[in-house]
């Protein structure tokens, strides 16, 4: 089956500085990739939609600044949070579709536990 | 804006017995709702997907039916067993074409 992997599963660096995380698709194709953020007991919260060779999509209210995506290749998305704050503090997790479209089931990275000291 | 209500937070039963989850909208009818389960600290994984004009989908003990009407997806696990204890998520497209997601019930199956 599809396999869509993240690194790292989980990261703590110190307020100012910034980190990558990256999600990879194994054995598919992926034009698109999307990044959640989820805190505890709460949804997935789309933050971007990432596609490959144009910018990414950013929902209301997420810094695109702050979040930088870079989707390079048709089989790698990467999420950068930069000068991270404690309230950075999350479970970022990226998703992608080998069926192409929107509304194909969509397989999901393990998530990257971000704690920001 | 649209809405995503699942039932509860949390749903505890006895092994055995039939779980069922209940995912309200509200506002958009979407033409997709699949249903998702999330471990802790772990990605969802992928159950099964049930367009608007299907009813019913069924994929061993897992029942998922689709009411337009009443704008309201069921979840049914059968014969419950303490491994199929997760949260559960629906997820909807959208017509800006992505899926947003429920909260998720966290369920417990009790030996």
């Known amino acids: 089956g599809a396999v869509v992997s993240q690194h790292p599963s989980w990261v703590i660096c110190k307020s100012g500085t910034s980190v990558k995380i990256e999600c990879r698709s194994l054995?598919?194709?992926?034009?698109?990739m999307f990044w959640y953020r989820q805190f505890p007991k709460q949804s997935l919260m789309l933050m971007a939609t990432?596609?490959?060779?144009?910018?990414?999509?950013?929902e209301q209210g997420v810094e695109k600044d702050k979040f930088l995506i870079n989707h390079a290749s048709l089989t790698l998305s990467t999420l950068t949070v930069t000068s991270a704050h404690p309230e950075d503090s999350s479970f970022y997790i990226c998703?992608?579709?080998?069926?192409?479209?929107?509304?194909?089931?969509?397989?999901f990275g393990n998530g990257t536990r971000l704690t920001v000291t | 804006s649209q809405k995503i209500e699942q039932n509860s937070e949390a749903l505890n039963i006895q092994e055995g017995k039939t779980a069922t989850l209940t995912c309200n909208y509200t506002?958009?009818?979407?033409?997709?709702l699949q249903w998702y389960r999330q471990d802790p600290g772990r990605g969802p994984v992928f159950l099964l997907l049930?367009?608007?004009?299907?009813k019913e989908k069924r994929k061993e003990r897992l029942k998922v039916t689709f009411d337009t009407t009443l704008k309201q997806s069921l979840f049914h696990i059968t014969a419950s067993q303490p491994a199929d204890s997760a949260t559960y998520l629906c997820?909807?497209?959208?017509?800006?074409?992505?899926?947003?997601f429920g909260a998720g019930t966290r369920l417990t199956v009790k030996p």
């Open positions: 998703s992608a579709s080998p069926g192409g479209n929107y509304n194909s089931p969509l397989h």
């Open positions: 054995d598919f194709q992926a034009t698109t």
């Open positions: 990432s596609n490959e060779g144009s910018k990414a999509t950013y």
């Open positions: 506002n958009y009818s979407p033409a997709y």
């Open positions: 049930i367009r608007e004009n299907e």
């Open positions: 997820a909807l497209d959208m017509p800006q074409n992505d899926m947003r």
